[in-house]
Each structure stands twice: as structure tokens, then as C-alpha cells.
T-cell receptor, first 113, second 114 residues
Framework: DSGVTQTPKHLITATGQRVTLRCSPR?????VYWYQQSLDQGLQFLIQ???????AKGNILERFSAQQFPDLHSELNLSSLELGDSALYFC????????????FGEGSRLTVL | GQSLEQPSEVTAVEGAIVQINCTYQTSGFYGLSWYQQHDGGAPTFLSYNGLDGLEETGRFSSFLSRSDSYGYLLLQELQMKDSASYFCAVRDRPDSGGYQKVTFGTGTKLQVIP
């Protein structure tokens, strides 16, 4: 158990809908990262927050948005969902901005029908 | 641009040694990490190299050469449970400035056979 909690674990929804994925980092970790992993693919970096502020952005679609709240939990919002958005979405956390070690949650598996 | 290259698949025999290479092209390089991911599971951290040289953690070792933009993960005394995907990940800063980010390679699927 990494200490990173993600909910929901599984989510099935229809095209055009909107979903919110939630992540609670390890106690004491200030950085939160979001990654997308499609079937048999690598981990695509979406976005990173540190202590409530956006720090780095990857190839995150405009239909996706995220934020980190004062209690350090983070939410990833996916809207106008398309079939291609079906993937495993991982949240990771680290103590600082420059840590070489990320701790990953178990992921949220999104299926868009 | 930025890229990381790893072999897509490697097969090795139980008890043997296997090396998984990773080459990268990036700017503002800070360090190279390795992660293990079993099918359907979450990536778990194995090692981090911020400086050139070898880092050893039990059966796993990782090496970095910054001048060659190259690193590898060495797994010794392979066990069946080592069958998994292994990802190298680079922490770097983009050319345009801004904050560091962690970018993962496409992963190497290791199959350990009896």
C-alpha cells in the first residue's frame, strides 16, 4: 500500500459525459501528479501540482482539468468524454517538487461506452 | 524535443541476470528513475540516479551515464515474480523554462521463464 488513495477504482460512463477522479496523496506529500495509461501503453504525464499550485503540464487535453485543494487532495475532471479517453488514470505523490521517487495510487479505470 | 527509448520486450531465464537499457534525449536533465508495474497494478518505485554511477538495492541495480544520456536497470537472480513491465522515467525541465516534470518511457515487458 503506497498510501495514495484514488477513487473511484472503476467507472463506466457514456460518451459526452463528465467525470471527476479523486486522489488523496500520502500524508505529508505536497506534490501530486496525474498520469494516463491506455491499454498496453506507457504512462502519459498530464499535470503536476505542488502545495495547491500548478507546476507542470503535459499533453493534457483542453477537455481535462485538475486542481489541488488546500487539504492537498486533487481532482481530475474529464468532460465531453470520448471513446479514446478510456484508460487507467493514475495519481502519484511525492514529498517535494524535486523528488526522484513517486508513490502511485492503484488507479481509476475509466471505460467510456 | 524529449524522448526516452527502451526495448519493448525482454525474455530471460529464472535465476539469470537481465539488463534493461534506457536512452533519453531531453534538456535540463535532473535524474533517472525506474519503476516496476505488474499487469493491472500500480507502478512502484525501484531506484533513482541523480548522479553518474551505480546504485544497488538488493537484487536490483541501476546505472546512469549523464554524458551518454543512458541508463540501465540490472536485475539479478531473476524470479518468476519479476515478470512485469519496467519503466524508466526522466525528471527534466523543458527548454522553455518552467518547472520540472517526470516523463516515463514506453516500458519494457520482462518475461521470466523457467
Amino acid at each position: 500500500d503506497s498510501g495514495v488513495t484514488q477513487t473511484p477504482k472503476h467507472l463506466i460512463t457514456a460518451t459526452g459525459q463528465r467525470v471527476t477522479l479523486r486522489c488523496s496523496p500520502r500524508s505529508g506529500d505536497l506534490s501530486v501528479y496525474w498520469y494516463q495509461q491506455s491499454l498496453d501503453q506507457g504512462l502519459q504525464f498530464l499535470i503536476q501540482y505542488y502545495n495547491g499550485e500548478e507546476r507542470a503540464k503535459g499533453n493534457i487535453l483542453e477537455r481535462f482539468s485538475a486542481q489541488q485543494f488546500p487539504d492537498l487532495h486533487s481532482e481530475l475532471n474529464l468532460s465531453s468524454l470520448e471513446l479514446g479517453d478510456s484508460a487507467l488514470y493514475f495519481c502519484a505523490s511525492s514529498v517535494g517538487e524535486l523528488s526522484g521517487e513517486l508513490f502511485f495510487g492503484e488507479g481509476s479505470r475509466l471505460t467510456v461506452l | 524535443g524529449q524522448s526516452l527509448e527502451q526495448p519493448s520486450e525482454v525474455t530471460a531465464v529464472e535465476g539469470a541476470i537481465v539488463q534493461i537499457n534506457c536512452t533519453y534525449q531531453t534538456s535540463g536533465f535532473y535524474g533517472l528513475s525506474w519503476y516496476q508495474q505488474h499487469d493491472g497494478g500500480a507502478p512502484t518505485f525501484l531506484s533513482y540516479n541523480g548522479l553518474d554511477g551505480l546504485e544497488e538495492t538488493g537484487r536490483f541495480s541501476s546505472f546512469l551515464s549523464r554524458s551518454d544520456s543512458y541508463g540501465y536497470l540490472l536485475l539479478q537472480e531473476l524470479q518468476m515474480k519479476d515478470s512485469a513491465s519496467y519503466f524508466c522515467a526522466v525528471r527534466d525541465r523543458p527548454d522553455s523554462g518552467g518547472y520540472q516534470k517526470v516523463t516515463f518511457g514506453t516500458g519494457t515487458k520482462l518475461q521470466v521463464i523457467p
